[in-house]
């Protein structure tokens, strides 16, 4: 089996990581596919080594907004260790590319028998938590300037790539504002030689001075992954 990149993975002792793959199977994330939909229990976790998936939420007849993102940092499903688990949001694939994939009943036994597992996948899990309290906070205080500046870091972070694919529309779904909102800020970001758009293909120009723009939620999330993560070393 090829290497692991997940983050979350490698992170576990070399005999614990292999058993793991062994019970793992490879899947294609697929542009704009539903992983997993509100209110049904999830069926499989998911271990990304490239591509990224949104989390996104719907509330009555609102826009939907994404509340979480997911990359190769992280994994899709961390809430099978409280049991079962239906979920307020729908995963959608944003960023095409592959992962691993395990059966929700599977991961569990191997949680129960490798407490190494089980305490990464806990801290994965109390990691989101916390970022999606910070994104609440984010979407309510801070303005759609830097709240797409931090969107596109956090985008081009899990991409891993200066250039990737995404649409106006998508942008301002995910930020939950009108496309008229998002169409400003990034022309210009565009017109300050920031990012460079052209039909859905968006590349990262100048990096630090996107960061400059981002709020300070980018910094923090950064931040908060790096201490809950370290205390797994």
């Given amino acids: 089996m090829p290497q692991a990149q997940n983050l979350l993975i490698q992170q576990l002792p070399p005999a614990v990581r292999k058993r793991l793959q062994e ?39 609102y826009p939907a907004l994404e509340v979480g993102m997911v990359g190769r940092e992280s994994m899709l499903g961390s809430e099978l260790v409280l049991g079962l688990a ?10 095409a590319g592959h992962c691993w994939r395990i059966d929700a009943q599977t991961l569990r036994q191997e949680c129960d028998a490798s407490p190494a597992l089980r305490q990464v996948i806990q801290t994965s899990l109390l990691v989101r938590l916390h970022q999606q309290t910070l994104a ?61 758009y052209h039909r859905g293909e968006l590349t990262v120009r100048n990096r630090p001075a ?24």
């Fill in 86 to 95: 239906k979920t307020p949001w729908r995963a959608l694939v944003q960023g």
């Fill in 210 to 233: 996107l960061q400059a723009q981002a709020c300070s939620c980018y910094a923090a999330d950064l931040q908060l992954h790096a201490e809950l993560t370290e205390g797994q070393a």
């Fill in 23 to 61: 019970q793992c199977e490879p899947f294609e994330l697929v542009l704009s596919a539903e992983l997993s939909k509100r209110g049904q229990p999830l069926s499989h976790a998911y271990f990304p080594h490239s591509g990224f998936i949104s989390l996104v939420i719907d509330v009555d007849t």
């Fill in 136 to 196: 609440s906070a984010c979407e309510r205080f801070h303005e759609i300037g830097p709240r797409l500046a931090r969107w596109l870091l956090m985008s081009q972070d899990r991409a891993h790539a200066d250039t990737f694919y995404v649409t106006q529309e998508f942008m301002a779904l995910m930020l939950g504002v009108r496309r008229v909102g998002v169409t400003v800020a990034a022309n210009e970001f565009q017109k300050n030689g920031l990012i460079e």
